[in-house]
């Protein structure tokens, strides 16, 4: 079961209960990939809400590496979440709320508007 005040969210994909949580690693591989220089600009970057679907999918693979699975951004690709694409960007909005302490995602934080 996922620990939220760890960072840990819950989300099922391909028909599977996951864990994920962005750790310190997950986020410098983020850092890296979105080529930001620390963390601020990574939260900032994300802040805007435009993310196009290879960052979510990057940021979910992050998530689900984060939590001990082994999966790459092209797997990731591959995946289905209930809802479609509107159900990974209820993915990766209570991800990013658990790991920079937003809005609870129980209350249904308003998902990333693609770029």
């Keep these: 079961m996922p620990n939220r005040r760890r960072g840990e969210i819950s989300a099922v994909l391909d028909g599977t209960p996951r864990v994920l949580v962005l750790t310190l690693g997950a986020l410098a591989e983020l850092e890296a990939a979105f080529g930001v220089d620390d963390l601020m600009a ?7 809400g435009r993310l196009s679907a290879r ?8 998530g689900l590496n984060g939590a001990g ?4 951004v092209e797997d990731v690709e591959r995946m289905r979440a209930d809802g479609g694409a509107a159900g990974f960007a209820r993915i990766v909005a209570d991800l990013l709320a658990a790991t920079f302490g937003g809005e609870d995602a129980s209350q249904s934080p308003p998902a990333p508007q693609p770029a």
Excluded at 55 to 62: C, E, G, L, P, T
């Design 69 to 72: 699975a082994d999966v790459t």
């Design 42 to 48: 990574l939260a900032e970057r994300f802040g805007r």
């Design 55 to 62: 960052d979510a999918a990057r940021i979910i693979a992050a």
